[in-house]
C-alpha cells in the first residue's frame, strides 16, 4: 500500500487556472450540484490539486467557517478498491461540516452522500512533519468512534486521484462520538456500521494503514508540506476502516467501535 503522495507546492499543472476550479469545486459542494471532473478537461497534477483545495476551503474560511481539523482518506484497501485509487490523501474539517452525535442530516445539499466507520483522534499539542507513533500518540488527548459523511461533487460517483484531492477529498460531515482516553488500544479494534439496526459493514481499525496511527503519523507529515501543523484542539478523522455506504433518507446510523463506543445519526429528506 503506497503512502507517498506528495503535497508539496511543486505542480506541473501549467495554464490551469487554479482559483477557477476552486470555485467550481466550492460552489458545487454548496449547491449540492454534479460537475464534470476536472481532469476531463484539464491535466491537473496532484500538487495542483491540493492547491485547489486549499483555496476552495479558503473560500468556505472567508465566509466565515473555521478550520477544526483534518481528514484522512483512501487509508484502507476496501475504500482505494471502492473508489479505483491507491494513494493515501487528506482534506481539511472546519465548523460547518460537524454533525452533533445522536442528531439529523438532511439529504439537501448532497450528491452522492455516504458514510464510512472511522477513529477520531482530539490533539492536545500541535504535529507537524516526520514523527514516529509513540510522538504522535503523545500530542493526542483523546480518542472517539467517528462517522465521516462523504460526498464527491463530480458526476456518476467517478474520478481520478488528482480530481478527489481538489474536491477536499469528498469531505463532507462528521460525527464524533464521546472521547477515552488516549492509552485505550486501538490497533485492531472490531468496528460495525448499522443501518437500521443491522450491520452493512463490519470490518477492523487494522484496516486503517495496520494501524490508525500511522494515519494520524501520516497527517503529520502531509500537512506539513502544505506549511500546516496539527493545531491543539484539532480533530484528525483517521480514515474510514470499510467500504463507504450510502445515505437513505428516513434511515438511522450507528457506529460501533470496540472498547470506544457507538456514534450515531439519522437521515432526512
Not at 508539496?8 to 454534479?34: N, Q
Not at 479558503?58 to 484522512?72: D, P
Not at 481539511?92 to 445539499?109: E, I, K
Not at 500511522?214 to 500546516?228: K, T, Y
Amino acid at each position: 500500500m503506497s503512502t507517498s503522495t506528495d503535497t508539496s507546492t511543486d505542480s506541473t499543472s501549467s495554464g490551469i487556472d487554479l482559483d477557477e476550479l476552486a470555485t467550481r469545486a466550492d460552489d458545487a459542494a454548496a449547491h449540492g450540484v454534479a460537475i464534470p471532473q476536472f481532469t476531463a478537461d484539464h491535466d491537473l497534477d496532484v500538487a495542483g490539486a491540493y492547491a485547489v483545495q486549499a483555496a476552495s476551503i479558503g473560500r468556505r474560511l472567508a465566509r466565515g467557517e473555521q478550520l477544526v481539523g483534518v481528514k484522512m482518506g483512501l487509508t484502507s484497501r476496501a475504500k482505494m478498491t471502492q473508489v479505483g485509487v491507491d494513494e493515501v490523501i487528506w482534506g481539511r474539517l472546519t465548523d460547518a461540516m460537524h454533525v452533533a452525535d445522536g442528531s439529523t442530516v438532511s439529504l439537501d445539499g448532497y450528491v452522492h452522500p455516504r458514510v464510512e466507520p472511522e477513529i477520531a483522534f482530539l490533539l492536545a499539542s500541535p504535529l507537524s512533519g516526520p514523527v514516529s507513533a509513540a510522538q504522535a500518540m503523545a500530542a493526542v488527548a483523546a480518542v472517539a468512534p467517528a462517522a465521516e459523511i462523504i460526498d464527491s461533487r463530480f458526476e456518476n460517483f467517478r474520478f481520478s486521484l488528482p480530481d478527489v484531492i481538489a474536491d477536499n477529498s469528498s469531505s463532507s460531515g462528521f460525527v464524533v462520538g464521546g472521547w477515552s482516553d488516549p492509552a485505550t488500544p486501538i490497533s485492531n479494534l472490531g468496528m460495525v456500521l448499522e443501518r437500521d439496526g443491522r450491520a452493512v459493514e463490519i470490518g477492523s481499525s487494522a484496516a486503517i494503514l495496520g494501524d490508525p496511527v500511522r494515519s494520524l503519523v501520516e497527517a503529520s507529515r502531509m500537512v506539513a508540506h502544505a506549511n500546516m501543523q496539527l493545531e491543539p484542539g484539532w480533530i484528525v478523522l483517521a480514515g474510514g476502516a470499510t467500504a463507504a455506504v450510502p445515505l437513505e433518507a428516513g434511515s438511522a446510523y450507528r457506529v460501533l467501535v470496540e472498547h470506544l463506543g457507538t456514534v450515531s445519526f439519522r437521515v432526512v429528506p
